[in-house]
Every structure is written in C-alpha cells, then in structure tokens.
C-alpha cells in the first residue's frame, strides 16, 4: 500500500467530516412550510383552516433580552360560521409557536 495515497485520503476523510459537523453546528432551521404545518396543527381547535401564510425569511426578535430568529406568519380559521385570523411567530430553529395575537 502506498503511504502517500493513505495519508490523502484520511487528510481528505478527516476535511469532509469536519466540515460536515461545522455546517451541521451553525445551527440549521425548521423549513418555513413545516413551521407553517406545525401551526396549523395548533390552530385546528379553532375551527377549519381556511388559509394560512408564513414568510420564508426568518427575521430577528428580541423578547425578554433573549434574541430568536422567528418565522411570522398567520392562520385564517371558519368557527361557527366566522373567521378569525390569528398571527404568530414561530423560532426558526425549532418551530415552536412563540407568540400568537388574534387580528
């Protein structure tokens, strides 16, 4: 076996890897749409969803002196007959509803 050869392509294994494990460390985000699924899912209770929107860009918020990056979005729900719309943020790391204010 040549030296040369194996000392490449563990320099070259070892590179990948890293730069694998530093992408996935940077702190990947939820897809817009599945944070989007998710607070439809919460919204179901309050009758049928009629229409839903979210921003794909997510957008810095301070709350409480703690920094998020939030998707803002909102959910159009048909309860006896009226429609309520409800707005909310979502963090963009882990999808979690953070805040919702009925428009």
Known sequence: MNWKSLLLGAGLGFAAGYAVANKLQQGSHVPAEKALK????????????????IH???EVL??????YEVYRGGVTALADGVQERFEFLADAKT??????TQS
């Open 56 to 58: 794909m860009v997510p």
């Open 95 to 100: 999808g979690t509803i953070l805040e919702v």
């Open 62 to 67: 301070e709350k409480f002196d703690l920094t």
């Open 38 to 53: 998710m607070a439809k899912e919460l919204f179901e209770d309050k009758g049928e969803i009629t229409g839903s929107w």
